[in-house]
Every structure is written in C-alpha cells, then in structure tokens.
C-alpha cells in the first residue's frame, strides 16, 4: 500500500469508533497491521459459524449482515456501508462469528487478524476504551430493536426501516430518494420482524398514495417527509 492511500485511509479510520481518538501516526501504523480483503457481489467476508479471527472495517462498497433460523430462514440484521466496522467478535475474542457478511455489491475491507487486534488493546488504552463503548452501543441497539418489536405498529418500523436505509445508502433520482442497492420486500420484513405479506401490503398502499415507488429489488422515497411522520407516529399531511 502507498505512503499516500496508508495516510488517507488512516484519516478515514479516524471517524471509525473503536479507533476515534488516535493521533494520525498512530492510525498510520494500525492501517499498516491491516490487510485489503476485496470481494465480488455475492461473495462472504465470513459465515455464520465459521472461526472469528479476523476484524473489518468497510473501506467501499456494501455489506449486509444476517442470520439463519433454525427453520433455514435468512434474517437480515443490518445494512452496513463505507466506515462501518464488522466481524466485531474477531477483536474482542469470541470463538466464531455469530452472523454472516455478504457483500451487496463489489466491497473492499481492511481486516486486521485477531492476533492484531489483541496486541491493538493490550498496548492503546484508548482503543481498549473505545472497544467497551463499542460493545455497550451494540447492546443499546439491541434493547431499542427490542422494544420496537414489542410496542410500535409495523408500519413505524417498516417506515424507520427505510429511512435508515436512505440515510445509510441513498442518492437522489428525479423521482426523490433512491436506495442505492438491492433490497427486496423480504429483505425489509427480516429487518422489521414481520412478514413478507404485512410489507408488501404497507408498500403497496403507500405507492397508491404516492410515498413510494418500489420494484423488483428496487425503492424510491417519493415522499421521505411522510415517512417521517409515520416512524415518529406524527400527523401525515
């Protein structure tokens, strides 16, 4: 790797949580303890299941994160785009990955070897520091999605769902907000905990109301305000 791309990607892993906090020498030097994994669209990063000896950080590119149910079913967890972390149990010690990491589109990734990372916190308190506030954001998210699955109607956690998504991975098209890669209904119904029927009747009533238009695979905010309204159980106008 370039002196040059070493110091860019080293500014960009500034804005990485378990890295904030470091001077650029320092993030120099655990840019260079890194390797590029490249991967075509489709392709895993890693499987649920297999041994975790390795943490990521998305360089380009998109990666979805799921799981499997013992009935065979894929649950899409999350959604991740250029910044993020993943693979997270690679660093902090867990024996295998809980989840899979495929790539939504072409996706690059820096991976740091578990090994890296052990000698990353045992000589940087301030990523050792950073690791514990990781950790507790996780399991912030984790409670919130809970609790959201408990209590609110579907039609806010489907209308959260998608402005995560824009806001996560969208780009403006003469009709309004587009998400910029494939997301199918299913894919939307294993984000929120319902089904493949409630989103796809959510979809529909809102395209006749002219707040969506959705294809095969495709979405575009029309209307991203009334979506806004509905997540946060406001009067829509």
């Given at each position: 790797m370039a002196a040059r791309e070493t110091s860019e990607i080293a500014q960009r892993l500034a804005h990485v949580p378990l890295f904030e906090g470091l001077p650029v020498d320092t993030l120099v030097t655990i840019v260079k303890l890194?390797?590029?994994?490249?991967?075509?669209?489709?392709?895993?990063f890693f499987s649920e299941g297999d041994q975790a000896d390795a943490f990521f950080v998305l360089t380009s590119g998109r990666v979805k994160l799921s799981q499997m149910t013992p009935e065979g079913h894929q649950v899409v967890l999350?959604?991740?785009g250029p910044g993020d972390a993943f693979g997270g149990v690679g660093a902090f010690g867990?024996?295998?990955?809980?989840v899979s990491a495929e790539a939504v589109d072409a996706s690059v990734a820096l991976a740091w070897t578990s090994a890296a990372m052990r000698h990353l916190f045992e000589t940087e308190s301030t990523i050792a520091l950073n690791a514990l506030h990781f950790v507790s954001g996780r399991l912030h998210d984790l409670q919130r999605l809970y609790r959201q699955l408990m209590t609110e109607r579907v039609e806010r956690r489907v209308a959260r769902a998608l402005l995560r998504l824009v806001h996560d991975a969208g780009r403006r098209v003469d009709a309004g907000i587009e998400i910029s890669f494939p997301i199918s209904r299913q894919d939307i119904a294993e984000m929120t905990g319902t089904t493949l029927y409630t989103v796809s009747r959510l979809l529909?009533?809102?395209?006749?109301?002219?707040i969506v238009q959705s294809s095969r695979q495709h979405i575009v905010l029309v209307k991203p305000h009334v979506l806004v309204a509905i997540s946060e159980d406001l009067p829509s106008r």
């Open positions: 890194a390797h590029p994994k490249a991967l075509e669209t489709g392709a895993l999350r959604l991740i867990g024996p295998t990955y809980p529909s009533g809102w395209e006749e109301r002219g």
